[in-house]
């Protein structure tokens, strides 16, 4: 792998890769200011539900369940922000950060009232994030992480919110099996479109160059 960094320094030869690193510096900039901005949102509108609409009822052991969440995300987008602002960027970042997105969202989907919330439409953001890191195996990467994280939380909320004879005896309390395959194909299909959007890109990417050595 190649740590970029915008004085080029550590960018490689080869121009297309180099345009390539960039841009995938870019993008996790972004990535990471759209964090910055959901973990402020999602606060905020909790506090609002709990102190101004009080339509969720005032929990000491919740409160410090959503704190603790919010502080540790926080404290690794703080701790990247600083990284970035250093213009240096290793290719295990990238993997590093999806697996803490992932494991952060599965985490509020448990506390959010597991795969039945609506919390669990967040869990294909970072497959939709990883097409700004123009990399191929990152897509396969937040793909399969985001299929292993709601099936996870399928087992937590059956076994241990629900309990596993109640929930495969009372139909009502079953997430009904096609509604699990949606999901997973949803996971599935996100990913495909997504690796083929960063094919693309760096088919372009790969076709300009071509097109520039045969100008000269």
Known sequence: GT?????????PDHPSEALLGWESWAGEV????????????????????VYLWKDVPLELSSEIRIATLVISYGLVVAALYYVLRLE?????????????????????IAMMGGPRGVFTMLI???????????????????????????????????W???????????????????????????????????????RQIRRIVQSLRSAKSGQS
Not at 165 to 188: C, F, H, M, W
Request: aromatic share 12%; hydrophobic share 55%; charged share 10%.
């Open 30 to 49: 972004l990535v990471n200011q759209v964090r910055i901005l959901a973990i402020a949102i999602f606060y905020a509108h909790h506090l609002v539900r």
């Open 160 to 198: 241990f919110v629900i309990g596993g004879e109640k929930y495969y005896g009372d139909t009502t309390a079953r997430i009904p099996r096609s509604e699990q395959i949606v999901v997973l194909l949803v996971l599935v299909t996100a990913g495909l479109l997504a690796g083929q959007a960063v």
């Open 3 to 11: 740590t970029y960094r915008l004085d080029d320094t550590f960018m």
């Open 124 to 158: 294909v953001l970072p497959i939709a994030a990883s097409v700004l890191r123009l990399s191929l195996p990152l897509v396969y990467f937040s793909t399969i992480a985001a299929a292993i994280t709601y099936l996870m939380n399928l087992a937590y909320y059956a």
């Open 88 to 108: 240096w960027l290793h290719p295990s970042v990238k993997y590093l950060v999806t697996f803490w997105d992932t494991l952060m969202i599965g985490i509020l």
